[in-house]
């Protein structure tokens, strides 16, 4: 299994709703990353789990919440968004470590949950 | 900080023809991996090649290869043969050895493959 697979594709949220946003991959990587991408823009890294723990939180508001349960999951869990938190939100896993990195070492994306904020 | 810039935000080439995408970035260190991604409308970021910095052999794969030039800090995308399905944006980039699992991308390159 070489995916990282993502749901929903899309969601529709009111300001108010609490949601979560799923993502999965089973190729053994112990690192997984959330990114959140605005139109015709290059990804913006949000946050880095490594080996199950939080590393990287690129200041981003507690209206986002990451979990990450065990080494094959990461969630998002959303509550009390804005309309401009709409964006496309991709999620990503890759190997930890130089040591860890073979020759197809890369970060491999999902396609990604299209989130609209109204 | 790492920075990666792409100097052509469109570009656009005949189907069959061969096309380079620019991409320059900014460290001060000697070893980092850099990378090239499409995305297409699917949205799905793809992994289109890497390059290992203490490597001097340039990276290829099929009909995508680069050319990368590490004392002037350059990592060009050349595509041979363009087909239809290269339509998409193209990221270059940037993965720190020292910073950990961090990449730093530029601001994309949005390619028009035309029939």
């Known amino acids: 299994d070489t995916e990282v697979t993502q749901t929903p594709k899309h969601l529709v949220m009111g300001m108010t709703n609490k949601k979560s946003l799923k993502c999965e991959q089973h190729?053994?990587?112990?690192?997984m990353y959330w990114y959140k991408q605005k139109a015709k823009k290059p990804p913006e890294l949000m946050f880095v789990y490594s080996y199950e723990k939080l590393s990287i939180n690129e200041s981003v508001p507690s209206r986002f919440s990451p979990e990450c349960p065990n080494s094959s999951l990461l969630n998002l869990h959303l509550h009390a968004l804005q309309p401009e938190d709409s964006a496309l939100y991709l999620c990503?896993?890759?190997?930890?470590?130089?040591?860890?990195?073979?020759?197809?070492?890369?970060?491999?994306f999902g396609s990604g949950t299209r989130l609209t904020v109204v | 900080a790492q920075t990666v810039t792409q100097s052509q935000p469109e570009m656009s080439v005949q189907e069959a023809e061969t096309v380079t995408l620019s991409c320059t970035y900014d460290t001060s260190e000697s070893n980092y991996y850099l990378f090239w991604y499409k995305q297409p409308p699917s949205r799905q970021m793809i992994l289109v090649i890497r390059q290992e910095a203490y490597k001097q052999q340039n990276a290829t794969e099929n009909r995508f290869s680069v050319n990368f030039q590490k004392a002037a800090k350059s990592f060009s995308l050349k595509i041979s043969d363009s087909q239809l399905g290269d339509t998409a944006m193209y990221f270059c980039a940037f993965e720190s050895n020292n910073a950990g699992n961090m990449l730093t991308f530029g601001g994309g390159t949005r390619l028009m493959v035309k029939p």
């Open positions: 190729m053994g990587h112990r690192a």
């Open positions: 990503a896993s890759s190997q930890v470590g130089r040591l860890h990195r073979d020759r197809n070492y890369g970060y491999t």
